[in-house]
């Protein structure tokens, strides 16, 4: 499904902060509309049209970047875990 047909389908304003966005060239400015993957083939899920929507360059990078700075933050919480050899007491 491509920028285009994404944006017939959902309009022209962001999936996350609802603002418009920018669909002339040249692309790959922080507002322009990028394809984002709502579901994400490593964790097990089947990439799909019905999971394409549009978003600013700006957003798309923010959320992966948020989202790899949690993986990291939990790999260390597993990290701690395993070497105190028994679950976290609760807080
Ligand atoms: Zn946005």
Known sequence: ???KALRATFGPNCHW?????DF???TGRPES???????DSTFGGVR?????????AACNHA???FRQRAERQF???IAERKT????????
Do not use: F, Y
Request: aromatic share 2%.
């Open 63 to 65: 959320r992966n970047q």
């Open 48 to 56: 799909s049209s019905k999971h394409r929507r549009l978003a600013h």
């Open 84 to 91: 105190s050899g028994k679950a976290l007491p609760e807080s």
């Open 1 to 3: 499904m491509s920028v």
């Open 17 to 21: 902060c609802g603002l418009p966005m």
């Open 33 to 39: 509309a990028t394809i984002e993957h709502l579901v």
């Open 24 to 26: 002339d060239e040249p």
């Open 75 to 77: 790999e260390q919480w």
